[in-house]
């Protein structure tokens, strides 16, 4: 493991890919927090803003998550998609994977705000 930060180019590539990384999920728990906490204004107030706020905040959401899963694709089923059919296919994939995660993540926040409503019994 050693010999691969030896390079200064290696170093670089890792440090680059980290803050990426942790950027996207520092701005997927921000926005994470925006939708729950209008989900739980929502619920709490029972005001149609707060559900506006929530679907507009949470098609937010579904846009960041896009960019991370589509635009890059990070995810290759094919070491190279020249032809338009393994373009398509792995573009199916990350769409699959981005709808995955924004349905895992709209449940996450629901637990969290059922937790927080139950707590503070609201």
């Given at each position: 493991?050693?010999?691969?930060?030896?390079?200064?180019?290696?170093?670089?590539?890792?440090?680059?890919?980290?803050?990426?990384?942790?950027?996207?999920?520092?701005?997927?728990?921000?926005?994470?927090?925006?939708?729950?906490?209008?989900?739980?204004?929502?619920?709490?107030?029972?005001?149609?803003?707060?559900?506006?706020?929530?679907?507009?905040?949470?098609?937010?959401?579904?846009?960041?998550?896009?960019?991370?899963?589509?635009?890059?694709?990070?995810?290759?089923?094919?070491?190279t998609p020249d032809q338009g059919w393994k373009y398509l296919?792995?573009?199916?994939?990350?769409?699959?994977?981005?709808?995955?995660?924004?349905?895992?993540?709209?449940?996450?926040?629901?637990?969290?705000?059922?937790?927080?409503?139950?707590?503070?019994?609201?």
């Amino acid at each position: 493991m050693t010999g691969l930060l030896e390079s200064p180019r290696a170093k670089h590539r890792l440090a680059t890919a980290l803050r990426e990384f942790s950027k996207d999920v520092f701005d997927l728990v921000r926005w994470g927090s925006f939708v729950g906490i209008t989900r739980f204004f929502w619920i709490d107030t029972d005001k149609l803003v707060f559900g506006v706020l929530y679907w507009i905040l949470s098609a937010t959401l579904l846009a960041h998550m896009s960019a991370i899963f589509l635009l890059r694709t990070d995810v290759l089923i094919f070491k190279t998609p020249d032809q338009g059919w393994k373009y398509l296919v792995n573009a199916l994939l990350n769409l699959l994977i981005c709808v995955i995660a924004f349905g895992l993540t709209l449940w996450l926040i629901e637990l969290m705000i059922i937790g927080i409503s139950e707590r503070y019994r609201i």
